[in-house]
């Protein structure tokens, strides 16, 4: 075992504060990597703050990783030291399931490793993220980042990225589709710019008229008030597929009939419960409500390599590790465009 520092929680009260965690010596098909950028993400908040349900502590979140291998075992044939490379929301899984066989280790039926918080098998504890000096993965739990990308600002793709990617890719988005993304946030900016480059009409549907400009930025060709009901009238069966990355309960009803016939809206934000669905929205038009965790590891590094073809980041602010207790109060009052992320050379 190794010791690094670390930055994490004693308990759900406490801020975040700078400790000493361990790391497992490298095993064979293990990578070892310095960390070098972490994104933040808003489930790092509520992990920190047992909000789904009692967390194991300490806590050390961070599951947008971008760093350096600087170690590989005996038997690692897929990267060497000094290659670019990221770790996201996933560490392990079972790899024999039928979802790991299928490439959706996020749906291991055996239960996934997590980044963070979750059961570690290699120790009696549990796993710790990466807001941290150094992460240990197995090598078919990393991913090659594009050489050409601002290496910062890939760190949010890790899980912003492929939330968003994965549902778009998986329904089929492409030119000649119409789509929605409703919630211009974390979440919603990256939504954005990877449907405008898969070539549909992209539309930007929120309360707030004030984030016109900036949705038209991020790829938006039309912006939707959904406060406007004529507006809402004027678009009424007419979009192909919505990515709804709203992050708390809402009524969806008036996003349903939005929907063109056989259209599906995809929730990748509120996980508790919503208000009732009529099933009148569903029924007139054979359409679906559907919802998307992540992406396993051979989508993720799909979403990686379209980011470099594209050119396509995340819009970052850059903190240091000392900022995280204030970053967290800033992501919670929605003051940032879009994702932070820690330099973490500020830890060492």
């Not at 760190?155 to 993304?181: D, N, Q, R, Y």
């Not at 470099?308 to 819009?315: L, Q």
Request: with cysteine; charged share 25%.
């Amino acid at each position: 075992m190794t010791e690094v520092k670390a930055y994490g929680a004693q308990d759900k009260e406490a801020d975040l504060k700078e400790m000493t965690i361990e790391r497992r010596d490298t095993l064979p098909t293990d990578v070892k990597i310095k960390i070098t950028y972490c994104g933040v993400c808003h489930s790092d908040i509520h992990t920190v703050r047992s909000d789904w349900g009692p967390s194991m502590y300490p806590v050390v979140p961070g599951h947008e990783i971008v760093g350096e291998v600087i170690e590989v075992g005996d038997e690692v044939s897929k990267f060497k030291k000094g290659d670019l490379v990221g770790v996201g929301c996933l560490v392990d899984s079972c790899q024999e399931c039928s979802s790991c066989e299928s490439d959706l280790e996020q749906f291991c039926l055996n239960g996934a490793t997590w980044t963070y918080n979750s059961k570690d098998k290699h120790t009696d504890g549990h796993t710790f993220g990466g807001y941290s000096q150094e992460v240990v993965v197995d090598q078919n739990f990393v991913l090659n980042i594009p050489k050409n990308l601002d290496t910062k600002a890939v760190a949010p793709l890790l899980c912003a990225g492929i939330t968003t990617f994965s549902p778009l890719h998986h329904w089929g988005v492409k030119e000649g589709m119409k789509v929605g993304v409703v919630g211009l946030g974390g979440l919603g900016h990256m939504g954005l710019k990877f449907s405008h480059a898969m070539g549909a009409e992209t539309v930007m549907i929120t309360t707030s008229e004030g984030k016109a400009d900036d949705a038209k930025r991020l790829g938006a060709d039309d912006v939707l008030i959904s406060k406007d009901k004529d507006a809402m009238k004027s678009h009424k069966g007419s979009f192909d597929f919505i990515l709804n990355t709203v992050p708390v309960s809402h009524d969806i009803n008036p996003y349903l009939e939005l929907l063109a016939i056989d259209g599906t809206m995809c929730m990748v934000g509120a996980i508790e419960p919503l208000p009732d669905v009529h099933g009148g929205n569903l029924i007139s038009g054979r359409k679906s409500v559907a919802g998307s965790l992540i992406g396993g590891i051979k989508e993720t590094q799909e979403m990686l390599d379209f980011c470099g073809e594209h050119n396509i980041v995340s819009d970052i602010e850059m903190i240091d590790m000392s900022s995280i207790n204030e970053a967290y109060e800033r992501v919670q009052n929605n003051d940032v465009k879009y994702r932070f992320v820690i330099d973490m050379e500020s830890l060492s």
